[in-house]
């Protein structure tokens, strides 16, 4: 991996981790601004715990050395989470401005994930 390569991941892969931490850990603790805003989308406050356990479970296995498979599933989990939240916000029509957020996400994941290191990928050798 050269040097531009290790840079991109790591420029997108530490704001990625510590949004998708914080905002798992605000959404298990129930922050009042977390349940507000699954609400105000249409969510239930429960859905918001699940998300938020699966957030951080999801740092730990894409910062965590090896279980390439393991990364590849919170990679798509982070995706569909935000991709998600970007198509809610779209469907009840609220301003640009709330999407912006969940779509910074997604290009995070999206660019973290292109540029991770070999190690932290899965061989095709691996699954045959």
């Known amino acids: 991996m050269n040097k531009r390569d290790k840079f991109i991941y790591w420029i997108t892969t530490i704001p990625l981790a510590l949004g998708m931490f914080s905002g798992g850990v605000a959404q298990i603790l129930r922050v009042k601004e977390s349940a507000d805003g699954i609400l105000h989308l249409g969510y239930p406050v429960y859905f918001m715990i699940i998300l938020g356990i699966w957030k951080v479970m999801g740092v730990v296995a894409i910062l965590m050395p090896k279980f390439a498979l393991?990364?590849?599933?919170a990679?798509?989990?982070?995706?569909?989470?935000?991709t998600g939240a970007v198509i809610s916000h779209i469907?009840?029509?609220?301003?640009?401005a709330e999407v912006v957020a969940p779509l910074v996400f997604v290009m995070l994941t999206v660019v973290s994930w292109h540029f991770r290191p070999e190690d932290k990928k899965i061989?095709?050798?691996?699954?045959?």
Do not use: C, P, R, V
């Not at 469907?91 to 640009?96: A, G, P, V």
């Not at 061989?123 to 045959?128: F, G, R, T």
């Open 91 to 96: 469907i009840i029509k609220d301003h640009f």
């Open 70 to 73: 393991l990364k590849e599933w």
């Open 75 to 82: 990679y798509a989990g982070f995706f569909f989470a935000m």
């Open 123 to 128: 061989l095709q050798s691996n699954l045959k």
